[in-house]
C-alpha cells in the first residue's frame, strides 16, 4: 500500500508543485513567477536562488500560535518564491488542511513532502496520521511501520501503531505496541489507550493495574484518577474509588464525571444534602446531563420531596428517552406516590428497554397489583422471579401475592427460593439485610407456618433500623387496613436500602407487609424511600 | 488546576479596584505600527547613559517592511530598514572595555547584524554547508560535458531518494524543470558551484565566563539545519557546535560558557531537548505531545506553554512538575523578573487579551488588555526598572509600570468550592393543575388504566387491519412478494409550471432481473398534462437504481396542487404491485406570472 502511494505521489510530486505554484501565481497576480526559459536569460548569470527554509522559523511561529491566516500567508508567499520546493511550507499547509477538516488534501500534501525527503520520519508519520483520520487503518499502520524502520526510537509511532491496532481489534498487537510506546518514554495518553484495551477485553483488574501505574506517573491527571475511581466503583472498592474521586475532584473541583460518581456514592450512603451541593457545580457546567439529573431526582427522591424528584427525573427522562435507568426510577417514584397507572406506563417503557432485568418485572407486578389486575401480576412476577438469579425481594413479594391469592403451596415454594437466595447472600460480607424486608418474611413464614426462619441469623444492624423506624413514623398515619391491595402499595413505599447487592445495578428492595396477619393490627409501616438506584453511568463508558 | 479556577475570582477583583491594581498605565498606542515576537524585543541601555532603550526587531504590518526600531519613552528614536525578517533581537557586552555599552544583535535570515551604538558594526553570516558530494561530483562532470541533462536528473533523483545530505536549491530546482527547460538552466548554471545556506531561527545570549549582570555574553544560534552554535563575542568565531534531533524555536540558557552551562531548546517536534556543556548531542528529551509556543527559565524550573492552552514546569533533568490549564491559547511568554523583591514569574499572553502572571503554579495577576498581546518584555526602561512592555496584534504598543509598593501575593493555596457551588438548581415547581392530576390518579389509577389499555388495544387493532388492507391493495411503495420484490422512490424537481418528476425503481432482490413491468400515472387532466402516462420499464438489474424521469406540466393557473398517482404493473396483471402517491407542488412559476 505504501510503496504504491509514495511511487504514485511520486509522478504526482510535479504535479502538486505546479499546482500550488500556480495557486500562488494566481494570487500574486502573475508577477515576477515566470520562469520560463525566457525570463532566466533575462536574469543575471550571477542569478542567487533563495534559500528554501528562509521563513520556516516565521510560518512555525504564527502556526504554533494558531495564527492560521497569517500562516496561509507567509506559505503562500514562501511557496511562491521557492517554487514549492520549501518542505516545511507545505508541510505546515497541509496540518492546517487538516485541523480545517480537509484530510485528503492534507494526506496529498504529505504525501509530497514525503517525496522531497524521504529519510524523513515526520513525514511518514504525518501521512499515516492523516490515513488513521480517515479510517484507513491498515494503511495507517503500513506507513508507520515504515516510518518505525526510520526512526526506530519514537514513542509515538509505537503509541499510534498501537491505537489503529486497536480499532483494527487486534488487541495483542495493540498492547506490545502501546508497551513498546512506554518503553521508549511514558506518556498518559498511552496509559489510556492501554487501560482502554484492557477494558475492551473486559479485564477490569488489568485495566487497574494500568491506571494505577499511570497514577503513580502522572498523579495531577483528573481523567485518570476519576478513569482509576470508577473503575474501583465497579468493582465495589468503595474505599479506594472515593479516595480517587476525591484526589480527582482536589486538581479540578468541576469535573464532571467525578463529581457524578462521587454524588452518587453519597447517596448509596444517604448524605443526600452534599450530594446535592455538588451536584449544583454540574448543573451550572453541563445542565443538560441526563444522568446529573436522574442522581439529582434521586436525592429529592432520598429527602422524600416526591414533586421535586419527579420534575427532576422527568426532565431526565425527556434529556434521554431511551435510558431504561431514569424510567426505572420514575416508575419507582410514581409508585411511592400512589400513582400507579402512571408508573406501570414508566415501568413497561423501560421493560421494553431493558427486558432481561427481575427487578423491572417486580416493579411492574407490584403497580399491577394496586391497578386490580392480579393476574397479569402473578404473570410479571413469575418473569421477575424466572430471570432474577440474587435478590430475594422479588420471591418475597411473589410469594406475598400469592398468599394474599390463597395459593400456599405456590407461596411456599417461593418463600423457600426466597430462603435460598438469602442463605447465598449472608457470605458476602458488606451486605446488610433491611429490616423491614426480614420482618416481613418472618411474619410470612409464621403464616406459612414453616417456622423460624433460621436464615436471618446474621444480625441486622440495629442503629440503623431504629433510625428507620424513627424517622418513619410520620408515615404510619397514612396507613390503610391491612390485606388491601392499598395497604401493599403503601409497603412499595417503604422499600429500603438494599444497595449492595451483588448484581450491583439498581438493586431495589420493598419489602411487602404481609396482608391480614391476625397477629399484628397495627404496623409501624416505615415510609422509608428506596435509596434510588444511583446510577453510575460513566463506569460503563 | 486550583490555581486556575481561582483565576476568575482574581481577575475580578482586579477589574473591580482599578486603583488597587499594581500596574500604573504609564502609555498604550493602538496605532505604534510594531508587529512583532517577544524574542524580538530587547531591552538596554544602548547609549551607555544610564537611559534604557527598548530595541524591536518589526516584521512590518503583513511581514513586509521589516525595520528596526529603536525607541525612547514612547517614541521613536531611531527606524532603519532591515534587508530580511528578523528572527531574534538580543543585547549583549562585547567586550570589557569602558564604556560598557551593550551591542545589539539582531538575527535576520543567515546573518546575524552587529550594531554598536546604534552603527552597524559587524555582519556574521553562518558558514555554508558541506554539499552532497556526489552532487556536487554530477555537477562537475556537467561543467565539463560528460553527461546530459537527461542522466543528471536520474541520478540527482537517486540522490534524493537515499542520501543523508538533502540536496542543494538548484539541484532541486532543475528536477523540477520540463525537459525543453533543462538545456538553457544546465548551460546557464553548471558553472557556479553548488551551494547550501541554512538561517537562524533562533538567538539568545550566555555568559561567557562571570556571572556579574555586566559581564561579557556569547550569542547562542539555533539555525535551520538542527544545530547551536555559540559564537565568540570579540571575534565572532564559532566556539562550539551542537546538533539536535529537530529545528530550534525556543532557546533558554543558564550558567557560564566557559565554565559549565545548560542549554534548554524547544524544538519544531514538539521536544525539549537539555544540553550541557561537554555534551554534544541533547542530555535530556522531554516530550510535549504538543508544541511549545513559549519557554522561560524561572530559578530551576523550565516553565513551557504549549498549544494545547497549558503551562508545565519540568525540572532540569525533564521532569515533569506541574501543569496549569490556561483559559486560552498561549500566544507568547516571557519572564518576569523583578530585582528589588527577588521575585521571577512567567508571563504569558493569551487569546482571550489577558496577561496571566505566574509563580510556578499560582496565579499571581491577570492584566487585561485592549487587544491580543503577541509579545511581552520585562525590565528596566528608561529610567524606571519594573516595567511591562507589551505588543498586539493590531500593532499597538502598551507600557506599564509595576508600582513600587505593589506586591505579589499568591492566591491562596486551598481554593474554596467553585462559585457555581452556591448556585440554586433548577428545579421546576408543583403547578396546581400537576397536584390535582396526580390527586385524580390516585383516586381512579385502576379506571385509568383499564380505560387506557381497552383503546391501546383498539388502536393497534386499527393500524394492524389498515396495514392489512394497504398490503392487499399494494398501496405501498415497497413490494415484497417473492416474484417481484421491488422499491419505489420519487422526487419532484422544479419550481413550476414544467416539474421533472423522477422515479428511483430499485429490484431488491439478490439475483434475479425483472423483466416486463409497466408503470402508469393516474392524475387529474384537467391539473395537469404528461407526454407519455403510460410507459414499459426497462430489464431491471438487482441492486441497481433506475431513474425514470418524466415532465409534468401544470395547466391550471389557480395556483392548485394535486395527486399524482404511480402504479407499478406487471405486464397481463391488473392488480398493481405497488404503488405511490406524489403531492405535487404549488406551481409557483405561474403564481410570480
Not at chain 1, 444522568?291 to 425527556?318: D, E, H, Q, T
Not at chain 2, 539545519?225 to 529545528?247: H, R
Not at chain 2, 507589551?390 to 486551598?414: D, H
Request: glycine share 6%.
Amino acid at each position: 500500500m505504501y510503496d504504491i502511494l509514495v511511487i504514485s505521489s511520486m509522478k504526482n510530486l510535479m504535479c502538486y508543485c505546479s499546482r500550488i505554484v500556480v495557486t500562488c501565481e494566481h494570487n500574486a497576480k502573475g508577477e515576477n513567477l515566470i520562469m520560463t526559459p525566457l525570463s532566466v536569460k533575462i536574469c543575471s548569470p550571477a542569478q542567487e536562488f533563495p534559500i528554501l527554509e528562509k521563513q520556516n522559523w516565521l510560518i512555525h511561529l504564527h502556526y504554533i500560535r494558531k495564527d492560521y491566516e497569517a500562516c496561509k500567508a507567509v506559505i503562500k508567499e514562501q511557496l511562491q518564491e521557492t517554487q514549492g520546493l520549501c518542505e516545511y511550507a507545505i508541510y505546515v499547509q497541509a496540518l492546517i488542511f487538516r485541523l480545517e477538516g480537509n484530510i485528503q488534501e492534507s494526506l496529498e500534501l504529505f504525501q509530497t513532502c514525503a517525496v522531497l525527503s524521504p529519510q524523513c520520519a515526520d513525514n511518514l508519520k504525518q501521512v499515516a496520521r492523516s490515513l488513521f483520520l480517515l479510517g484507513k487503518h491498515k494503511a495507517a499502520i503500513e506507513v508507520y511501520n515504515e516510518a518505525a524502520k526510520l526512526n526506530q526510537k519514537d514513542w509515538e509511532i509505537c503509541h499510534n501503531l498501537g491505537v489503529c491496532y486497536i480499532y483494527l481489534k487486534q488487541f495483542d498487537k495493540a498492547h506490545d505496541q502501546l508497551h513498546n510506546a512506554l518503553h521508549l518514554n511514558r506518556h498518559d495518553l498511552t496509559y489510556i489507550m492501554l487501560g482502554k484495551i484492557h477494558l475492551l477485553q473486559g479485564d477490569l483488574d488489568k485495566a487497574i493495574e494500568i491506571y494505577k501505574k499511570a497514577v503513580e506517573f502522572s498523579p495531577e491527571n483528573t481523567e485518570l484518577l476519576t478513569t482509576l475511581g470508577l473503575l474501583y466503583l465497579q468493582l465495589g472498592i468503595y474505599q479506594k474509588a472515593f479516595e480517587h474521586l476525591g484526589n480527582a475532584l482536589t486538581y479540578d473541583p468541576t469535573n464532571y464525571k467525578a463529581i457524578l460518581a462521587a454524588g452518587s456514592m453519597m447517596q448509596t450512603h444517604g448524605d443526600f444534602d452534599v450530594a446535592l451541593t455538588k451536584y449544583r457545580v454540574v448543573a451550572c457546567a453541563v445542565p443538560e446531563s441526563p444522568p446529573l439529573w436522574n442522581n439529582i431526582g434521586m436525592c429529592f427522591f432520598g429527602k422524600k420531596k416526591y414533586v421535586a424528584a419527579i420534575s427532576c427525573l422527568k426532565r431526565a427522562n425527556y434529556l434521554a428517552p431511551f435510558d431504561w435507568k431514569i424510567l426505572y426510577n420514575l416508575g419507582l417514584v410514581h409508585l411511592t406516590m400512589q400513582q400507579y397507572a402512571s408508573a406501570f406506563h414508566f415501568v413497561s417503557a423501560a421493560i421494553n428497554l431493558q427486558p432481561k432485568m427481575g427487578e423491572l418485572f417486580m416493579l411492574l407486578a407490584v403497580a399491577l397489583t394496586n391497578l386490580e389486575d392480579p393476574e397479569n401480576a402473578r404473570r410479571a412476577y413469575a418473569e421477575a422471579a424466572r430471570l432474577d438469579r440474587c435478590n430475594p425481594l422479588v420471591n418475597l413479594n411473589y410469594a406475598v401475592l400469592l398468599y394474599n391469592q390463597g395459593e400456599r403451596k405456590g407461596a411456599l415454594a417461593q418463600f423457600q427460593e426466597m430462603e435460598k437466595k438469602v442463605r447465598l447472600l449472608k457470605d458476602s460480607p458488606s451486605l446488610e439485610f433491611d429490616a423491614e424486608m426480614v420482618e416481613m418474611a418472618q411474619k410470612l413464614g409464621a403464616a406459612l407456618q414453616v417456622g423460624e426462619a433460621l436464615v436471618w441469623t446474621k444480625p441486622v444492624k440495629d442503629t440503623k433500623s431504629k433510625h428507620r423506624s424513627a424517622s418513619a413514623s410520620k408515615a404510619a398515619s397514612l396507613q390503610q387496613p391491612l390485606g388491601s391491595n392499598q395497604a401493599l402499595g403503601q409497603a412499595m413505599s417503604s422499600a429500603a436500602a438494599y444497595r449492595k447487592l451483588p448484581s450491583g445495578a439498581g438493586g431495589t428492595a420493598q419489602p411487602i407487609k404481609p396482608p391480614s396477619l391476625p397477629l399484628e393490627p397495627e404496623p409501624a409501616t416505615g415510609a422509608q424511600p428506596t435509596e434510588a438506584p444511583a446510577q453510575i453511568r460513566e463506569t460503563q463508558e | 488546576m486550583a490555581a486556575a479556577s481561582s483565576s476568575d475570582s482574581d481577575s475580578g477583583r482586579a477589574e473591580s479596584s482599578e486603583a488597587s491594581s499594581k500596574w500604573l498605565d504609564a502609555h498604550y498606542d493602538p496605532m505604534a505600527n510594531i508587529h512583532t515576537f517577544s524574542s524580538c524585543l530587547a531591552l538596554a541601555d544602548l547609549h551607555g547613559d544610564g537611559e534604557y532603550k527598548l530595541v524591536v526587531g518589526d516584521l512590518g504590518p503583513s511581514g513586509q517592511h521589516p525595520r528596526l526600531k529603536v525607541l525612547k519613552g514612547p517614541t521613536v528614536l531611531t527606524e532603519s530598514p532591515l534587508p530580511a525578517l528578523p528572527a531574534a533581537a538580543a543585547t549583549f557586552l562585547m567586550e570589557q572595555h569602558e564604556p560598557r555599552t551593550p551591542a545589539l544583535a539582531l538575527a535576520s535570515g543567515p546573518c546575524v547584524y552587529v550594531y554598536k551604538n546604534l552603527k552597524p558594526y559587524f555582519k556574521f553570516t553562518l558558514p555554508q554547508l558541506p554539499p552532497n558530494p556526489l552532487e556536487q561530483d554530477l555537477w562537475n562532470q556537467v561543467k565539463e560535458d560528460r553527461i546530459d541533462p537527461l542522466t543528471l536528473k536520474e541520478m540527482l533523483e537517486g540522490i534524493r531518494e537515499k542520501a543523508e545530505v538533502p540536496l542543494s536549491v538548484q539541484s532541486l530546482r532543475f528536477l523540477q524543470l520540463e525537459l525543453s527547460e533543462m538545456e538553457a538552466f544546465v548551460s546557464q548554471h553548471k558553472s557556479k558551484s553548488i551551494k547550501r545556506q541554512t538561517v537562524i531561527t533562533t538567538m539568545t545570549t550566555l555568559k561567557k565566563n562571570l556571572a556579574d549582570e555586566d559581564a561579557v555574553s556569547c550569542l547562542v544560534l539555533g539555525t535551520e539545519n538542527k544545530e547551536l552554535l555559540v559564537l565568540d563575542p570579540e571575534a565572532f568565531t564559532i566556539l562550539a557546535k551542537m546538533s539536535l534531533p529537530s529545528v530550534p524555536v525556543f532557546l533558554e540558557v543558564s550558567g557560564q560558557f566557559d565554565v559549565e552551562f545548560r542549554l534548554a531548546a524547544a524544538c519544531r517536534n514538539g521536544n525539549i531537548y537539555i544540553l550541557r556543556r561537554d555534551s554534544k548531542r541533547p542530555k535530556y528529551c522531554i516530550e510535549l505531545s504538543a508544541q511549545p509556543v513559549g519557554l522561560v527559565r524561572v530559578h530551576k524550573v523550565l516553565v513551557v506553554g504549549s498549544n494545547q492552552d497549558t503551562l508545565h514546569g519540568f525540572t532540569h533533568k525533564g521532569k515533569k512538575l506541574w501543569t496549569v490549564q490556561m483559559p486560552a491559547a498561549i500566544l507568547t511568554m516571557n519572564l518576569l523578573e523583578q530585582h528589588s523583591r527577588s521575585l521571577q514569574a512567567v508571563m504569558a499572553g493569551l487569546a482571550n487579551g489577558e496577561v496571566h502572571i505566574y509563580h510556578d503554579k499560582a496565579l499571581l495577576n491577570v492584566i487585561r488588555t485592549p487587544d491580543v498581546v503577541t509579545s511581552l518584555c520585562f525590565g528596566r526602561y528608561g529610567r524606571e526598572d519594573n516595567t511591562l512592555i507589551m505588543t498586539t496584534r493590531g500593532g499597538g504598543l502598551i507600557i506599564k509600570i509595576l508600582k513600587r509598593t505593589a506586591v505579589f501575593v499568591e492566591a491562596r493555596g486551598e481554593a474554596g468550592p467553585p462559585p457555581a457551588q452556591a448556585m440554586k438548581l433548577n428545579v421546576p415547581r408543583k403547578t396546581r393543575l400537576y397536584v390535582d392530576q396526580t390527586l385524580r390518579e390516585r383516586d381512579a389509577g385502576t379506571a385509568m388504566h383499564r380505560t387506557f389499555q381497552t383503546d391501546l388495544y383498539l388502536l393497534r387493532l386499527r393500524a394492524a387491519r389498515a396495514y392489512v388492507q394497504a398490503l392487499e391493495s399494494s398501496l405501498n411503495p415497497v413490494s415484497v412478494t417473492a416474484r417481484e420484490p421491488l422499491k419505489l422512490h420519487a422526487v419532484v424537481q422544479g419550481l413550476g409550471p414544467t416539474f421533472k418528476l423522477t422515479l428511483h425503481l430499485q429490484n431488491t432482490s439478490t439475483a434475479r432481473p425483472i423483466l416486463g413491468l409497466l408503470v402508469c400515472f393516474l392524475y387529474n387532466e384537467v391539473l395537469y398534462a404528461l407526454p407519455r402516462a403510460f410507459f414499459k420499464v426497462p430489464l431491471l438489474v438487482p441492486g441497481l437504481n433506475y431513474p425514470l424521469e418524466t415532465f409534468v406540466e401544470s395547466l391550471s393557473d389557480k395556483g392548485i396542487s394535486d395527486i399524482i398517482k404511480v402504479l407499478v404493473l406487471r405486464e397481463g396483471q391488473s392488480a398493481p404491485l405497488l404503488s405511490a402517491h406524489i403531492n405535487m407542488p404549488v406551481s409557483e412559476g405561474l403564481e410570480a406570472a
